[in-house]
Structure formats: structure tokens, C-alpha cells
């Protein structure tokens, strides 16, 4: 049933559309638009256009020129659901109802639609038309609108946003400051402007990301500013969703992580350095070769500072006590450095020299004390060309100046306090260096001296004792009486000792001066042990020695006494270190290319510790205390079987008793 106010306003209508629309509504500023009962389009004017965000095509569009029109909900309407559609074909359909409509490029407007019926005079509908006003700039948005487009406006950051085409859309001051553009300068044009032609791959992959609704975080990349120099940024992007989480973009934020980026190579340089340090100190505790540790320090200097060119001049004891300078270098073969002189005390290397202090220059030609000296004046011909540079003294805890460490380069201006810092922690370490190689070579005098002392003594002390031990041997075989015959046999007998004590210190000596002499000859090991074995048994009565050996004979080639002094040391060992026990054991066997000599007790015995150390020169089990012995014995023997290519092992069990083995090569033809 239609009230009279729409009977009046059928009529009005009817004469409205009298006249000529186009004519009266063109420029209106309300959108108004029209449709037969089809839903084609007849009629739209300006504004309406402008409120769909495009010129409808009349083929197609039915109902609305919207691109795309959803309810508040966010469900989209189907053409026929439209309001014009609706006030036609339902009756009692609303003539106001509010819509979400989408522009082509994503844009959603809320719009608030007043349709109506038109009708033919004969009361008969026909079409329909609408006006169109836009609620999406109200001010209940406005304003928050507002607050965030001031934050984004105020950004230190580059906030720029684009559409899913790369088009930039909007440009904050962030982004002028740190690209140079204005924002007129770019909107509308593809963000594809910042990008290096070698990183243009990276917008696809982003705009891939952005496409899956993902965000690019803390990406760093280059980017090119308005005068083409490269920016270091770290970019994050995200999607810019419509209502309904429809991607319609992307907002970029860019930061300028130039700062940052030298901040963190600061700290990989100090790091850097501390290793470089570190790795110094290390080689320092462990070598005592003071030339290569130098090097090492040469080096490493050389590279925390970016020298071309680094030197390190030293002075050394050797071992006849004198003071020699010695030198290293590095980025310079140290052949070209030979035919020049050492470094004199002139008054540019004298501060380093005299231990003052660390010399630095951007430009040493350009120092007062550079290029006074007769006959180079200045850097020598064949010389490294030095402009900047950098020299500490090395000095000992004592205060002793040991040497100097230059550093050189051909450039102006490479050094600064932070290399100067660090050559000083350098040289502190390098001090130590030789601090420890003065110490070493002094022991190394002194061990040298007391060898020769040792030496000497034995000697000294070996010439009279041959001769006492001659006129008593006389004696004893012509004794005056029976209690000298005793007396001069235990004299003998003590002798025997003495002498075999200073003859091992003698061999000692000379093995320390790498002067024990050997002389091989071909013999039968076999028969060597048995003589041995046999004599041995006339000095101890205490114990009962068990030989066995092959009836073969063993040949080998070596120094017959010496393996004698060997077997006789270890049985001797055998019976002193077993005082409860009344047996020794030995055994030779031959095998394929070796032959084993094994001496075995059943005496004390030896701690696995104390095994490992037996055989270092003067070493003594803590248990021996009341059995004679200086702890050379085993430490000769082994000497003396290393020489001839064998080795001696023990296997011992404590206070169960101790195998020792001897293993000798056998020569090749037997
Ligand atoms: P010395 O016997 O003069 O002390 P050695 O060099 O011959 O010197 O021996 C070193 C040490 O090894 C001895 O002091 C002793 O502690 C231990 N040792 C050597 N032989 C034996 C053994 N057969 N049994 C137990 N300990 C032994």
C-alpha cells in the first residue's frame, strides 16, 4: 500500500524526469545515480564517480557503478542484493541503508545509500535511483586518523607506503631526510627508484612475502638515495590490510643502520684485536724460541694495524752471555733488509731505543728529527718508502730496553691512538717474550757451565783414583797379613763403586755435550749376557741370577761394553731393589728382526707414576732410602739403548717386582 506522500512523490518524480537529468544533477556535488528495472545504468553523475573511484561500465555494472559493494559485515553483496536492486524487488525494502563499497585499488568507502523506485505515470516501476553520501571521513575517525598520520609525519624512520603494483603511495619526512626526495617527488612512482639495479630481485621476493599476508622484518639492504649514494637501511615491511584483511599494499619503515653497522664493526675490530692479543700471549707462554714468538708479534702487529710494513729489532743474550740484536719482519723480505745497517741511535729512534716512548706520525717527513743523519738522510735507498709511523720501545719489567717495534706505511695518516694502544699492550706481551728468553738462556749458560763443571770434576777425580786403584790391586795380591788382605779387598771393592759412580757422571757429561762415543762391532749376544751373567755372580752372593738363552748364537752389531753397562746396571738394579727376595731372572730370546734381553724380579716393585719416571736423569723412588744410587743408571742406560735403535721398557707391579726389556734390532744379514 502506498501512503499519499508517495503518490505525491511519484508525481514529482514523473515531472522530474520531465526535464533533462544530465542538465540539473551533472555537477552536483551529491552523488546521484539511476537505473532502469534491469539494473543498466541510465544516469550518473560526477560525484558519483568519484565516490566509486571509477567510471562505471555500462556493459556490465548492474545495480551500482561500485567496483565491489560488501555489507557492514564485511560479506560481500551479490548485484541483486544492492540497495537500488532491493527497493525495487522486495517490497518494504529500506530507502537508507549503509555499505562498505571497494575501489578497484582496494580502497573501501562506507557510503550511505538512499534508493528509491522511479515509476511511470501509470504508476508502474521502471528503474530506480540513489544518492550516494560518504561517511568514511566522519569525524569519530578523523581524529585518530589524524593522531596517526602526525606520529608517521614526525618519524625519524622512513615510513613510506606503496600498493601491491610497487606504486609508492605515501612518503613521510623520515623518507625525504634519508632519501632526499620530496614526497611529491615520488608518489605516484614505482618504489623500484630507491632500489640498485643488483638488488631489484629483493622487491620481488618482498612483494611475494607481502602478497602472502607475511612481513619482511629487519631486513638489511642498500638503497639509493636521490643523489645515487648508497644508504645502509634495515627495512621492514608489512602488509596493509583493508577492513578485512584483504592485502592492499605494503608500509615500509626504513631505518639507516649506517651508524649502527660502524658501531658493530667497531666491535668485531675489538674483538679482532683481543684475539690477536690473546693469540700473542698464548704463543708467548708456550714457545720459548724467541725468534719465531717475535715473528708471530711482528705479524699480528702488522695486521692490527694495517701497517704495510712492520719491524721488530731486538737484543738477545746468547749463550756465551754477549748482547746481539736481532730483528724480524713483516710485509718485507728480510733478505732486503740484510746489507743495511742496524738501527742506529739517531734522534728519531732514540725515544724508541732509550724506552721513552711510543713515536707516532701521519707524516715522518714531516717530523724535526727525521732526515738529519749522515749518510741516508731520511729512510735508506731500497728501503721500504715509511710515511706514516709508529714505533714503541719493548721494555722489561726491570726497565731494561730490549728492543723497539716499528710499524710503517707508505700512505699518510694510517695510525691513530687506537693502534697505539694496542702496540703498547703488544710490546708489554713482546717483553715478556724475551724477559722469559733472557731467563731461559741464562739457565741454559748455567746448565752449559755445570755440565762442563761435572765433566771436569769427573775427570779430575778419575786420575787418581786409577792410580789408588792400582797400587791396591798390587797389594792385595801381595798382602803382609790376612786382616790387610781383607781390609785391601774392601777398599777394592769400594773402589769399584766409586769408580763406576764417577765413570757414569763422566758419560753423563758427555752425553749432555753429545760426546759419548760408540763402537759397534758384531758380536753374540748370547755369550755376552753369559759372561756377564757369570762374573756378576761373583760379586753378590745375596741373590741366585736364573739365565736362560738360546744355544744359538744371537749376533748384533753395537758397542759390546756399553750393552755390558747396561746389563749389569739392570741386574745390579734387579738385586738392590729386591732385599726380601733371593732370585733374579734373565732371559734373551731372539725373534724375527729383534732380540729381547728381559731382567725380572721379585722385589719392590714400582707405582705406575713412579714408572714413568725412572729413566729421567737423578730420579730416585721416594721408597730407596737406605739403598745407594745417584739416578743415573737407568737414565744411561736408556741412552745407550736408544742409540743403538732399541728401547727399554719396565713392567712393574709394586711390591710384587719389576721386568725390565731391552729390545735390540738385529742387523739385516743375520
Ligand atoms: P739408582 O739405582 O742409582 O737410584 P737408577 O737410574 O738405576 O738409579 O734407577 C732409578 C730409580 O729407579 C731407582 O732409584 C729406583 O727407585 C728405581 N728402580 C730401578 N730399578 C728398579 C727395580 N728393579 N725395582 C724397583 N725400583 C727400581
Redesign the pocket.
Known sequence: MENDSTAASHRNLNKFTDFSLNDLVHDSAVAIYACDIKGVLTFYNEAAVSLWGRTPDLQKDRWSGAYKMYDLKGMQLIPKEYPTAQVINVPNASNRSEVIIEHPNGTLRNLLVFPKALYNPNGEIIGAHATLVDISNQATLEEPRAFLASIIESSDDAIISKNLQGIITSWNIGAEQLFGYTAEEVIGKSITILIPESRLSEEEYILEQIQQGETVDHFQTIRLSKYGKEVLISLTVAPIKNKWGKIIGASKIAKDISEEIKVQNAIYQYTRDLETLNSISRAISSKLDVQSTLQQVTDASKEVTGAAFGAFFYHLIDENGAIKTRFTVSGYPAEALQHLDMPRDTALLHPTFHGNDIVRSDDIRTDPRYGQNHPHYGIPNGHLPIVSYLAAPVTSAKGIVMGGLFLGHPDVGKFNVHHENLISNITAQAAIALDNSRLFEEVKALSAKKDEFIALASHELKTPLTSVYGYLQLLEKKPNNEMAALFVNKSVKQLDKLNKLVSELLDISKIEAGRLQFNAELFDLGELIQETVESFRFSINSHEILLSRPNYPITVRADKQRIEQVII??L???V???PNTDRVFIDCEKKKTITTISIR?E????TPD?QTQ??TRF???D??SG???????????REIIERHDGRIDVV?EHGK??E?VITLPLPKAF
Open positions: 746396571n739392570l745390579s738394579n734387579a738392590k731393589y729386591s724380579d722385589g719392590m716393585g714400582l713412579q725412572i729413566f730420579y730416585r723412588a721408597n730407596t739403598i745407594s744410587g745417584l739416578g743415573i743408571g737407568l737414565y744411561l742406560s712393574s717386582g719389576s725390565f
